[in-house]
């Protein structure tokens, strides 16, 4: 990425300003979320979604995903847990950094886990897609979050009995008002996450 | 009679030679400003750590510098028109083009040519988007403030600069 104003390079994944006048800089991380449209806007039912630029909206690509995965990779890391285009959900916290493959996620649907010496939790909504990652502590307290698959509906509990919205907010129970911190969790290719995080393990269940 | 012509002929070959030398080195100097990262920075090929650097630092200085060069070129070209015959001279306006190609190419965002920019974001609120339910979108929501940029829209326009809750943010995928 390039800026207007100083014509300074900027990398991407990382925010940091790796050639030109601002070189060495960093932009700060925004929390954001990759989620479903339905989801996002049963949230935020008076929030703003950017408008197509008409003139290039017949030239998006909603095959775009499948698309990419099958383009050649820059750089590859044989003999590692996955392959080059396996999607993974890169965490980083405390220093440490681990990659969560979205197919074992998928499947765990709540997957919880320690990084960097924190109790964290992944947790994919109820639409099936859409994938949030927290602290899984209150007040100091660990969390352990699971699906309540006797439930009809989509339905996350901790083992007090309190039940959890997909926004890491408990909505009843003994933990009822409180809310886990959300964290980045970041969706890319392995080579990618890999290649930017070199000491990266992988979870394995 | 025989002196004379011992030292004529150096002087002619200098008188050409020389500035052609020169000539030709500032039209390659300047194709090389722009060619180089050019060959580097190609998608989807793999960059070292050192070549990206280099690559990045050429691209820095290529405008100045490559202004630079051709301004010289030209001063040569001038130089060497009255002294070449007419059949050489389309090799000095071939160096020319050339060379004012780079310079204008070492000036320009190429890559923007691949990735179209989105320009100055239009938004619609969440009622009249026509976005089907299951779509993917990237969502912010600072100090109440939530926007969803559609992951249809952002892997064609690649970079949005918007501004949420008074916060000038970039949204990149």
Redesign the interface.
């Known amino acids: 990425?390039?800026d207007e104003e100083t014509?300074t390079?900027w990398q991407?994944i990382t925010g940091r300003a790796?050639?030109?006048p601002l070189q060495g800089e960093q932009?700060d991380p925004?929390?954001?979320?990759?989620?479903?449209?339905?989801t996002?806007?049963g949230?935020?039912?008076?929030?703003?979604?950017?408008?197509?630029?008409v003139k290039?909206s017949k030239?998006?690509?909603?095959n775009?995903?499948p698309e990419?995965a099958k383009?050649?990779v820059?750089?590859s890391f044989p003999g590692t847990a996955l392959a080059s285009r396996d999607v993974v959900i890169g965490m980083e916290v405390g220093g440490a950094s681990r990659a969560y493959p979205l197919s074992a996620l998928l499947s765990e649907k709540v997957i919880e886990d320690h990084l960097g010496g924190l109790p964290i939790a992944l947790i994919v909504g109820p639409?099936g897609?859409s994938i949030r990652a927290f602290v899984s502590t209150v007040g100091g307290t660990d969390i352990e979050l699971f699906r309540n698959v006797d439930a009809s509906d989509w339905s996350l509990m901790d083992v007090s009995g309190s039940s959890w919205d997909f926004k890491g907010c408990a909505v009843s129970g003994l933990m009822q008002g409180k809310c886990l911190k959300e964290i980045v969790a970041l969706k890319d290719y392995w080579f990618d996450w890999r290649n930017y995080h070199p000491a990266t393990e992988v979870y394995k269940r | 009679m025989s002196k004379i012509e011992i030292q004529a002929q150096p002087v002619v070959r200098s008188r050409v030679l020389m500035p052609a030398l020169v000539f030709s080195v500032l039209v390659g100097f300047t194709l090389a400003l722009f060619l180089f990262p050019a060959l580097i920075i190609q998608p989807f090929k793999y960059q070292s750590p050192r070549g990206i650097t280099l690559a990045m630092a050429v691209r820095q200085v290529a405008p100045l510098w490559s202004l630079a060069s051709l301004a010289a070129a030209l001063l040569f070209a001038v130089i060497l028109w009255e002294r070449i015959g007419r059949w050489t001279r389309p090799l000095l306006v071939l160096g020319i083009v050339l060379a004012s190609a780079a310079t204008v190419m070492s000036r320009i965002d190429y890559f923007e040519w691949m990735f179209h920019p989105a320009g100055t974001p239009g938004f619609r609120s969440a009622d009249q988007a026509q976005l089907a339910p299951s779509e993917m979108v990237m969502a912010v929501n600072l100090n109440g403030d939530a926007r969803a940029y559609p992951i249809l829209e952002m892997a064609y326009h690649h970079i949005v600069n918007d501004t949420v809750s008074d916060v000038p943010i970039v949204v990149t995928y």
């Open positions: 990425m390039r014509g390079w991407q790796v050639s030109g932009l925004v929390l954001s979320d990759e989620l479903t449209f339905a996002w806007k949230e935020n039912p008076a929030g703003k979604v950017l408008a197509p630029v290039d030239e998006y690509e909603s775009w995903e990419v383009l050649p820059v750089i639409d897609k």
